[in-house]
């Protein structure tokens, strides 16, 4: 057994067994009470699942295991200009233990090993007009190499359920290895007439993606290590997530779970939601004729926007009542790297104007940025300005948290997801018994 498979099987087959007796004592506590309007609401806040390789706080935003993105960014181990690798971060959202600089380029040279991709899945890609949102043509890759699940061979061919966990360990490196050279690939056929770049084994997993890219700027490389890094998981209630948690319990293999997350992760309300800002930041400087509008400028603008019933892309959040520190991590990267930049400039102004403009609104619960308010305008910069791939980008960090909660849910023996719904007759029929008691 490999030396992370090892650790993983240690930890988990311990906390399996200390959750058991946990619950077998204290099931019956309560964790929560559900409001009418939080069924309504879309579930926010409702605690119903497990969840072990990150916690989102309102106020502080996300913990890896515990670790702000500032402390990662501290002890981590680096790339060449000092951005953590996000192997790292898998590493220690699999097992909870920070890897020294070894165990990370071990875990590098994992990735290169399994990163062969079907090659049906680049075929079934080509077949596909290049203007197929890059999105779309992302799932349709993970599904394709499904045909390599380790999880759905096994299976099939008779595994016990607490062996789960092997083959979804194993589907999980193999998916991470290969997603670099898939995305890669969507991005050289869509936007540059197909012609693609050979992988460069002297790289860790996010430069030799940037290398793949096309972009060999060493400054995009380490913003790619910070990027992977950032958006890799946001505990288990959003959207792309949950799908993902969801599918896995039907026992769908990690390609086909993974895949359905990145659906949702297409929705302009989550993950697709950086393609729109940059978008919405494009037009709104078409409309002004300047590169570098003022404050007041924006404004109006913004205002404009809401007038047309739209709302502001990156800004808000189902969870967090903050600047998103992801928001604040690229910031800081942008001061350091590119303040000069008219359009991360745009950015930061608008920073400074939307938060009041939606707060006035009196409805938005969380006027600050999100995690999608910043990134497309440093990609702009390092010449990545198609923003319909966006969300691929983001989709290939997100492996990293979903896939290492997948392994823990299976070796966790987590059942089958089948919460209740209710009909408007049995809340009509609710309430009014709350009335007569
Ligand atoms: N611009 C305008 N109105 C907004 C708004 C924004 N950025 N954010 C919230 N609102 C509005 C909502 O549309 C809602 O209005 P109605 O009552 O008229 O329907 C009201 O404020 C209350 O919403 P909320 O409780 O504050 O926010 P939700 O939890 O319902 O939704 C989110 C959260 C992210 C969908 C929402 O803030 C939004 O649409 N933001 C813009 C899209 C975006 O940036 N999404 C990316 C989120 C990060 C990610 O998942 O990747």
């Known amino acids: 057994m490999d030396p992370l498979k090892q650790r993983f099987y240690e930890k988990a087959s311990a906390l399996t067994k200390e959750m058991k007796a946990l619950l077998k004592e204290h099931g019956q506590l309560k964790a929560d009470e559900v409001t009418l309007s939080q069924i309504f609401g879309g579930a926010r806040g409702i605690k119903m699942m497990m969840w072990e390789t990150s916690e989102l706080d309102a106020n502080e935003g996300i913990r890896f295991r515990g670790y702000s993105i500032p402390q990662l960014q501290e ?37 290169r090993l399994r990163a062969t991709v079907p090659e049906h899945t680049f075929t079934m890609l080509d077949s596909l007009p290049t203007d197929t949102h890059p999105m779309t043509q992302f799932i349709l890759a993970i599904t394709a190499m499904q045909t390599d699940s380790v999880f759905a061979q096994r299976y099939a061919e008779g595994i016990a359920k607490a062996d789960y966990w092997d083959p979804t360990y194993e589907d999980t490196l193999n998916i991470i290895a290969r997603l670099p050279k898939v995305a890669a690939y969507i991005y050289r056929r869509s936007f540059h007439g197909g012609q693609h770049i050979a992988p460069d084994p002297q790289l860790d997993w996010a430069a030799n993606f940037a290398h793949m890219l096309g972009i060999p700027d060493p400054g995009f490389q380490s913003l790619m290590r910070l990027y992977m890094t950032i958006h890799a998981d946001h505990e288990g209630g959003n959207a792309s997530a949950h799908t993902v948690h969801l599918v896995g319990s039907t026992l769908s293999d990690p390609y086909l779970s993974f895949a359905a997350g990145m659906t949702a992760l297409a929705g302009p309300l989550h993950g697709l939601a950086n393609q729109e800002v940059i978008k919405w930041i494009f037009e709104m400087l078409d409309e002004l004729g300047t590169r570098t509008p003022s404050k007041e400028q924006i404004a109006d603008y913004i205002n404009r926007t809401l007038a047309e019933g739209k709302v502001i892309p990156g800004y808000g959040h189902a969870v967090l009542r903050q600047p998103d520190p992801r928001f ?110």
């Not at 600050?368 to 990609?379: F, Q, T, Y």
């Open 75 to 111: 002890l981590l181990p680096a790339g060449p200009l000092g951005e953590p690798k996000p192997e790292g971060l898998f590493w220690l959202m699999l097992v909870g233990e920070i890897p020294t600089a070894e165990q990370v380029d071990w875990l590098s040279e994992q990735f």
């Open 328 to 437: 604040m991590a690229q910031k800081k990267y942008a001061e350091a790297n590119l303040a000069d930049s008219d359009i991360v400039q745009v950015v930061w102004k608008v920073f400074e104007v939307a938060p009041g403009i939606l707060n006035d609104l009196g409805k938005v619960k969380n006027p600050w940025p999100n995690v999608d308010a910043h990134s497309g305008a440093i990609l702009v910069h390092y010449g990545l300005t198609e923003y319909s791939y966006y969300t691929v980008l983001f989709g290939v960090s997100r492996a990293l948290g979903v896939l290492a909660a997948s392994c823990w849910s299976r070796a966790m023996g987590m059942p089958l997801e089948r919460p209740k719904s209710l009909t408007s007759e049995w809340v009509k029929n609710f309430i009014k018994k709350q009335q007569e008691a």
